[in-house]
């Protein structure tokens, strides 16, 4: 009798951003995007929050006139067991985040045969991924890569150097306490915009002057304090963020009094409260950035996570010199992690060789 043999490999591996926001799908075979496409996209809901990226999966294999049988992976950006150590005492949080990577949320039978086996399933940690979306697609040789946003398991920052076409070392993480996302979506807020109008921050701080002491300090090697005082301790992951916003609020209301935290309607009253914020990000990236000079000792710099989307951040770090050149993943909110998670899988299944070609445009949706 004939023994089973290995499964030919076909080069076709899925990334997926499966998140609680942003979730997505890239196709790609041999490590070259086919079809990348944002689940928001088709349900039409912003963000696609709280939403399984099943349909964007579907629609990138029919693209391709593929099934899930003809994938080698299904590859993950973000490590979701991780997250729950991470979420510690919060029993409903964890149920739901685990929720996240089930059959029924990934693979739901409305649109896939529950018969058919799975293709195997590869997770990456959220800013591993976050940090490949941006430095396979930049066409550098070598480069730093910084990826900044609110969290991505237990992490807010993470420093890397990457090499060699196939080599992403993490040199070094700040943790979620230290989250320069929360920080700016915590100002966004205080100026009455919801937290996913940062980018309305970022325009408003252009009419304003940096007048008010927010209270943040620049990073220093060994020492990862970026805001004064020390990190709340609680079990409960979630409530030690929502500890760290109010405080973070009540920083800006010393800071910025009278203008008390959410009067609607009137932007224009904290345009210094805005500038304010937008100068002590500035300030800090580029103190990061030069943490990512010294540690990678490449002049190149690669950036992802939702606080690189801050372009006039970026616009100041390039006009400064410090590195020679930059290179932005457009889609550095979490929709990105599935291109990063998917390059890293193929580069690991077929070799260097799946390592893609740099990025020049972003149109590979329906
Ligand atoms: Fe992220």
């Not at 220093?220 to 609680?234: E, H, M, Q, S």
């Amino acid at each position: 009798m004939k023994a089973p043999g290995k499964k030919k490999s076909t080069g076709w591996i899925a990334g997926i951003n499966h998140g609680s926001h942003d979730a997505s799908c890239v196709l790609t075979h041999e490590g070259k995007t086919v079809v990348w496409v944002e689940q928001d996209r088709l349900s039409r809901i912003k963000y696609a929050a709280d939403q399984s990226p099943a349909d964007a999966l579907f629609a990138c294999l029919k693209f391709a006139g593929l099934g899930l049988q003809c994938l080698d992976a299904v590859s993950l950006g973000s490590d979701h067991a991780q997250l729950i150590q991470w979420l510690g005492d919060d029993p409903e949080r964890c149920r739901e985040v685990a929720s996240y990577s089930s059959r029924d949320w990934l693979f739901p039978a409305r649109l896939f045969d529950p018969s058919m086996p799975l293709p195997p399933i590869e997770t990456h940690p959220h800013h591993l991924a976050h940090a490949a979306s941006a430095f396979y697609p930049s066409g550098f040789e070598d480069a730093a890569a910084l990826v900044m946003d609110a969290m991505g398991e237990d992490t807010s920052t993470t420093i890397a150097r990457c090499y060699s076409n196939d080599n992403i070392q993490i040199v070094k993480s700040y943790s979620v306490d230290e989250s320069l996302g929360y920080f700016y979506e915590t100002a966004s807020q205080y100026v009455g915009f919801s937290r996913h109008q940062a980018g309305k921050l970022m325009g408003l701080a252009a009419y304003g002057s940096p007048i008010y002491d927010l209270r943040l300090k620049l990073p220093a090697n060994g020492n990862d304090r970026i805001w004064p005082v020390a990190a709340i301790d609680d079990k409960n992951g979630r409530l030690r963020i929502e500890k760290r916003c109010r405080q973070l609020n009540s920083w800006f209301t010393e800071a910025a009094f009278p203008y008390a935290s959410g009067i609607v309607g009137e932007p224009m009253a904290y345009r210094d409260f805005a500038a304010s914020a937008q100068a002590a990000l500035e300030r800090i990236i580029f103190t990061l950035g030069e943490q990512a000079l010294q540690s990678s000792a490449s002049r190149r710099l690669v950036l992802s996570g939702g606080v690189a989307l801050n372009c006039s951040a970026n616009g100041k770090l390039a006009a400064s010199g410090l590195f020679e050149k930059i290179f932005v993943q457009p889609a550095s909110n979490d929709s990105g992690v599935a291109l990063g998670a998917a390059i890293q899988s193929s580069i690991r299944r077929y070799g260097a060789s799946a390592r893609p070609a740099m990025m020049n445009h972003a149109y590979w949706g329906l």
